[in-house]
């Protein structure tokens, strides 16, 4: 996906951090193992949070193991392990699969083509894994297609595909411990995470001239330094609002052993990820938790 969904480091104890490394970890070696090597690069910070939360949401067991690492094979470090990390891997290739077709389809360049084609085998092993979640993503990014293709009008409406995409995904994997708070938060992270690269992109997208949800909306594109500032409360209203809405439906569910974790990601993480953004002069560098 993007990499907008973080902890906010400066907040997070020593025990949260190493739990989310293995977490991380985790998915990039079940990627591995699964999908081959080079798809590992398609592990992602917020992939990972809905790792952690899936989990706890399903109170499903994970074991923490000292394995050592493709990238440092010389120290171990806790991993995390369970059948359902190779679940969301699968997930993960689905979505980082369809998130390139829609970048060829877009005109993103060379890059865009070499990730599909590296992709397509273990896309369609990810999609016997998960079939549902396969039709889900397809159809969604269509109607996603669809909408930007029209030069739809309306941030709500537009960011809806992503979203609900998110929220039918989570579904999916949790079966019956889905209930409409851990739905509601899967939605409302998703529609942040369309909605903040949205803005990250604005300036790529507009030189481009390819659909932006927040140009179609404002319209009024100079640069971006000007767009933000003169939408500046609008846009921090919408982002911070749609945070809101996440955490409260977060704060209706019992966890059982991620919670300080997700609330750290939920309360501070996203929030400083918002205000990075609104304060940028340019796209933001990827992180590195």
């Known amino acids: 996906m993007y990499g907008y969904v973080v902890p906010f480091k400066e907040k997070l104890a020593m025990e949260n951090f190493v739990l989310y490394r293995a977490f991380y970890c985790g998915l990039c070696k079940s990627t591995g193992k699964l999908f081959g090597q080079f798809p590992r690069f ?27 690492c493709i990238c440092n094979p010389f120290k171990k470090k806790p991993i995390a392990k369970s059948s359902l990390v190779d679940e969301i891997a699968a997930v993960n290739i689905i979505l980082s699969y369809y998130k390139a077709v829609d970048g060829v389809i877009d005109g993103e360049g060379v890059k865009m083509r070499m990730i599909k084609r590296v992709l397509k085998k273990p896309f369609k092993k990810a999609s016997a894994i998960c079939p549902e979640v396969e039709r889900i993503t397809r159809e969604k990014y269509e109607a996603l297609r669809r909408a930007e293709q029209g030069g739809f009008k309306g941030i709500d409406s537009a960011a809806d595909c992503f979203a609900s995409m ?35 992109d604005v300036d790529e997208d507009f030189a481009k001239k390819r659909y932006n949800p927040l140009i179609a909306e404002f319209g009024n594109y100079e640069n971006r330094e000007q767009f933000i500032r003169d939408n500046y409360d609008d846009l921090s209203f919408i982002l911070n609002g749609t945070c809101n809405r996440a955490i409260a439906d977060f704060n209706n569910i019992e966890f059982t052993q991620s919670r300080d974790l997700m609330q750290n990601i939920l309360y501070h993480g996203i929030r400083e990820k ?16």
């Open 274 to 289: 918002i205000k990075e953004l609104l304060n940028s002069k340019k796209k933001l560098s990827k992180p590195k938790i």
């Open 42 to 68: 398609t592990t992602n910070y917020d992939m990972t949070f809905f790792g952690v939360f899936l989990h706890d949401c399903k109170t499903f067991d994970v074991s923490l193991k000292e394995e050592s």
């Open 166 to 200: 998110l929220r039918d995904i989570t579904e999916c994997l949790l079966g019956e411990s889905a209930d409409e708070y851990k739905k509601g938060v899967a939605y409302n992270i998703g529609k942040l995470v369309y909605l903040i690269d949205a803005l990250d």
